[in-house]
T-cell receptor
Framework: DVKVTQSSRYLVKRTGEKVFLECVQD?????MFWYRQDPGLGLRLIYF???????EKGDIPEGYSVSREKKERFSLILESASTNQTSMYLC??????????????FGPGTRLTVT | GQNIDQPTEMTATEGAIVQINCTYQ??????LFWYQQHAGEAPTFLSY????GLEEKGRFSSFLSRSKGYSYLLLKELQMKDSASYLC????????????FGRGTSLIVHP
């Protein structure tokens, strides 16, 4: 079974802090994604990566950056956390894009609260 | 870009059948996914449609009509554990090929 793990289930940070969210997948997937999920807004893509050291902006990249130094690990960084970044953050991975059967596998999520 | 529409909430009775609709507008369709997400948990993959017609998987089926920009997820013999959000995601040709998610439908199954 594919397993996607995230470093924390719950996190509380103060405004202005630098925040790191870590994600690891164990199935040698090419692609990894970071989403945030908010009530009434659904899943919104922040950043994705299709290879080591490669990254692409999603729909809402402002205030975030990412790092992918190893194939299995994709980190989301909040350079200076703000209260409007309070959300559920979901990491996902997939085998390859554009191919049939390239469904995404999601981690359990990190609920981040910025006070 | 894509415009994906799903009902916000639906309720149904245990043992019944429920159909969750998803309509979309896209310039180049390349596949539609359904995911299930229980409260506080990760979304999990249910089905994938790229050609017109019905795909059946046990109690769950998914239908696609590309000409109408329409899909539905059909859940039969509803169980209490089917109470969850159901997410429709549509992929377009070109660009990054990454699916865009709808806002999800919250299904409540009651006894």
């Amino acid at each position: 079974d594919v397993k996607v793990t995230q470093s924390s289930r719950y996190l509380v940070k103060r405004t202005g802090e630098k925040v790191f969210l870590e994600c690891v997948q164990d199935m040698d997937h090419e692609n990894m994604f970071w989403y945030r999920q908010d009530p009434g807004l659904g899943l919104r893509l922040i950043y994705f990566s299709y290879d080591v050291k490669m990254k692409e902006k999603g729909d809402i990249p402002e205030g975030y950056s990412v790092s992918r130094e190893k194939k299995e690990r994709f980190s989301l960084i909040l350079e200076s956390a703000s209260t409007n970044q309070t959300s559920m953050y979901l990491c996902a991975s997939s085998r390859e894009q554009g191919a049939e059967g390239d469904e995404q596998y999601f981690g359990p999520g990190t609920r981040l609260t910025v006070t | 870009g894509q415009n994906i529409d799903q009902p916000t909430e639906m309720t149904a009775t245990e043992g019944a059948i429920v159909q969750i609709n998803c309509t979309y507008q896209t310039s180049g369709f390349n596949g539609l996914f359904w995911y299930q997400q229980h409260a506080g948990e990760a979304p999990t993959f249910l089905s994938y449609n790229v050609l017109d017609g019905l795909e059946e998987k046990g109690r769950f089926s998914s239908f696609l009509s590309r000409s109408k920009g329409y899909s539905y997820l059909l859940l039969k013999e509803l169980q209490m554990k089917d109470s969850a959000s159901y997410l429709c995601a549509v992929r377009e040709i070109g660009g990054s090929y990454i699916p865009t998610f709808g806002r999800g439908t919250s299904l409540i199954v009651h006894p």
